[in-house]
């Protein structure tokens, strides 16, 4: 009896028939714009979709080949793609790091990263919070030297750099 | 004799201070990236490339920036035996193989053996790929000069077709993968026409997609994801090295020269021919244990079995440099982004930056000597320092990761769009990548996409629209005729075989 931790989330053959729907979904969109652009041969050559329009048509038919091998493989069904445990993990990161893209651009790149450092070593490090304050905000400093003032690559700020005057 | 002239005075570029300079700089640089989890050759490569944009701008600048890019390659190819041996984690896919063998030897207590013998087969394996440039890369340009578009568009069909019949995975996945790089290429302003292609009403859409938030978003973010899937906990044998082992090891090196220069064939040819270094890793370490006198004993930690693959990787690591500087066609991932880099300091690779452009190709390639010299001392006395980054937690290098990726993808346009493509791009590495959809040839149609375009169009224009084009004289119709056989090699294989078991 497996546990629940390690059942499988979603097996290979599912998530194998869904991307290659999802990649021949891509192609026909890629074939529907160039025929609108006009895929033919113009009055002074191919025209704007002519190339796109082949290469949409490729992307069609190499998904639907592995759309029905997958559909053929019995063995795809057992096997797992991804268990309950590791998908917690990786959702565990996936949704902080897509809030600290979303928060950089109201809090600017160094204070967000910082969070993001901090909330990482909080919630998968187990770190006391007198290890993680110097370490997040210490990385962040050090980008902050590395960018701003040695490559002088400006990077978007936020209301603490202008409050410090750092713009 | 005239390429050791030209290569002389690359080593007069390449041997100002500055350049020196940045060489130890990039090769440091590229073995931590080479170390760390999530960061590998192709996306370190990519989140540097911004911040050479000013630098390249002065005169002189864009051979100081390709010999920084390109010896943050050589230190990472150095970097992937680190984490390989003492971990056992690849950190790089071509050094898998190292692993095997590697490894073993490091739970016997010869670390040290087994890491110097690394990273000087490497070294081998790296000199023997650049003396073959030198002598190589010249003859090539000047062939290359006579191409016309047809000539061009069959050699990048070649580059194509050899990816989907070489592989060895499933043909539909790497076709898929490839076309969908095609097509992202596609997006945007057309540049023949002026009319806007599947932007769909988009103006974040118009500029395009930028291959280097691809690469940093399906290398980086996607490795970070699969890493942390397995859970990460470093175990890694200590890493000491002292002048006596050293010596020990070299002493022992010789023996297998065979093996040394068989890997060094097989890297060479894999690196030009677009296979890359991590089938050539595999394939010289299979030849190596059906061809040596201690076969049986591969696998249960024996040097040669690190000589092997090693040589091999870096050989065709380095090799890969080769059709991108002669021919604008790079054998690897790494060396697309360099050629990214080049188009983006406003170099046009291919045969004539030969002509036009001496001082860089041969700084370049001077470069790529010394580099590796400079990897060879660098790795060798400071082993312990980079073995101890892989003994920082996961929790706390994991989000840097990400955030350098950040950085990365934000700085190559100063866009929060492509921060957020770069997380779309990882979420599709991550699921690509289990479902063994090959990366490579994405990343290969997405930077080689506008120029395959371009010269088909010209090819095409050229003929009113008829695709005999390319049978149209021997070199275009040789060409074409061997992509086409290699995109059905394994085809062809197979009839082969059926055809010898019937006799």
Redesign the interface.
Known sequence: MQSEEQQSAAS?MA??IG?AAV?FA??A??MF??YR?GAS?GE?????????FY??L??CI??A??FA?ALRDPGLAAES??SRE?LK??LT??VP??V??GL??YLG?YVA?TG??A???W???K?PWIKIVP?AAG?SVA?FLI?EVW??????KGPLEALLGLN | MEEINALMQGFGVALSPFNLLLMFAGVILGIVIGVLPGLGGANGVAILLPLTFSMAQQPGGTTSAIILLSCIYWGALFGGAITSILFNIPGEPWSVATTFDGHPLAQKGRAGSALTAAFTSSFVGALVAVIMITFLSPVVAGFALRFGPPEFFSVYLLTFCAFVGMSGGNAAKTIASMMIGFALAAVGLDSVTGTLRLTFGSTALLKGFDFLIAVIGLFGIGEILETLEEGLAFKGASARINIKVVLETWKELPRYWATSLRSSAVGCFMGIVPGGATPASFMSYGLARRLSRDGKDFGSGIVEGVVAPETAAHAAGTSALLPMITLGVPGSPTAAVLLGGLLIWGLQPGPLLFVEKPDFVWGLIASMYLGNIVGLIVVLTCVPLFAAILRIPFSIIAPVIIVICAIGAYTVHNSMFDVWLMVIFGVVGYGFKKLRYPLAPMVLALVLGDRAEENFRNAIKGSQGDLLVFFSNALVGGLTALALTLLFWPVLAAGWRILRGRR
């Open positions: 290979v998530v194998e991307v990649v891509f192609g969109l890629v714009d160039s652009l041969w002074d050559g191919p025209q704007a979709g002519y190339f796109p290469i949409g490729m992307i190499s998904s080949a592995i091998r793609f991804v590791e993990k990786i990161v996936l790091t897509i600290y893209v950089i651009a790149f990263s993001y450092i909330y990482f070593m919630q998968l490090g770190y370490v990385v980008f960018f490559f002088q690559v400006p990077l978007p």
